[in-house]
């Protein structure tokens, strides 16, 4: 069965119109990237700049995907820590910004409030590529938000990140084990995170934490074969695909992928 969440027959019409007002604002966010100088060059290989070097990542993502991985997870030891050094709420001009956008790491993650990944890994702007549902679970306009990020901004790394006390989570267990149905479209969260909640039952330990992190590994196995465009990345070595939890007692993101 594919993982990906397929809106309701009922609400069809409306996914439908909502994917053509994405490929406009989509299509016009292409435009500027391609033709606008958004996307910059580079000649040459650059080593890997820190958050604390204060410089945005070179053009061209020259980072490797492991590279990108290293730099995320330091910033979140940085801000486990209570050092963190970046501020995503702090405006400081940069030319590099005017000149386009180049995030080394793109996240799939929950809508959570307490979950912010500029904060969660200690990053400012032009940093990362964000995309957020409460639940983090995969669907066709989520798709093709990480496919821009990494065919057209060349992002090597999606990171996939889950929290402990995972509200739509707790809503999916709660859909099935009380049978629980939610008003309006929240439902539709509940329902597509409910492939979690039953592959989290058949292992022991608790069902709560086991969900957070199936949910996760899902999305990630999901996302590696669900497009040719991360499919043949993967293959060669330019993306790496991984999930992470955020664990709110203590900061850290422990990768579970
Ligand atoms: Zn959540």
Redesign the pocket.
């Known amino acids: 069965m594919c993982y990906i969440f397929n809106q309701k027959d009922e609400n069809l019409q409306h996914d439908l119109r909502k994917r053509s007002f994405l490929k406009i604002a989509l299509a016009g966010t292409l435009g500027l990237g391609m033709f606008g100088g958004g996307i910059v060059m580079a000649s040459e290989k650059k080593p890997l700049q820190t958050a604390s070097s204060k410089v945005v990542p070179e053009p061209e993502n020259v980072l490797t995907p492991e590279k990108a991985l290293e730099r995320l997870m330091e910033g979140n030891k940085r801000h486990e820590a209570g050092l963190s050094i970046e501020s995503p709420h702090k405006h400081t001009p940069k030319d590099a910004h005017m000149k386009g956008q180049n995030p080394y790491a793109a996240i799939l993650g929950?809508?959570?409030s307490r979950?912010g990944p500029e904060h969660c890994f200690d990053e400012s702007h032009g940093d990362l590529f964000v995309a957020r549902v409460?639940?983090?679970y995969i669907t066709i306009d989520f798709l093709a938000t990480l496919e821009y990020a990494v065919s057209v901004l060349h992002t090597p790394l999606i990171m996939v990140l889950?929290?402990e006390k995972?509200?739509?989570?707790k809503a999916a267990m709660d859909s099935i084990n009380k049978n629980e149905q939610f008003e309006g479209h929240i439902q539709t969260m509940a329902t597509a995170l409910l492939p979690a909640v039953r592959a989290a039952k058949k292992i022991p330990g608790e069902l709560y934490d086991n969900t957070v992190i199936m949910n996760v590994k899902l999305a990630v196995a999901e996302l590696k074969k669900s497009t040719p465009i991360f499919n043949q990345l993967v293959k060669d070595k330019k993306l790496l695909i991984v999930g992470g939890v955020y664990r709110i007692g203590t900061g850290r993101v422990v990768l579970v992928t």
């Open positions: 929950c809508a959570d979950v409460a639940g983090n889950g929290h995972c509200g739509a989570v």
